[in-house]
């Protein structure tokens, strides 16, 4: 398997009702903004690593429009 573009294919864990979801994120990007679809809670998403899929998770402040 080849990755694109240093893409990362992660697991995060909703910190608001504890969902599994998969996420891809760049490791050079700012926070992916995404919305769990269990809860619809607004997620910020970064990786810590290009090299472990290691994801940091945290709530943003503002709802994801739409
Ligand atoms: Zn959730």
Redesign the pocket.
Known sequence: MTTTDGALHGTYR?P??G?RDSIEVMPDAPAKRTK?S??G?ALDVTARSAETVNLDVKVAEEPVPG
Request: hydrophobic share 25%; proline share 0%.
């Open positions: 909703c608001v009702c969902h769990c269990y809860c809670a």
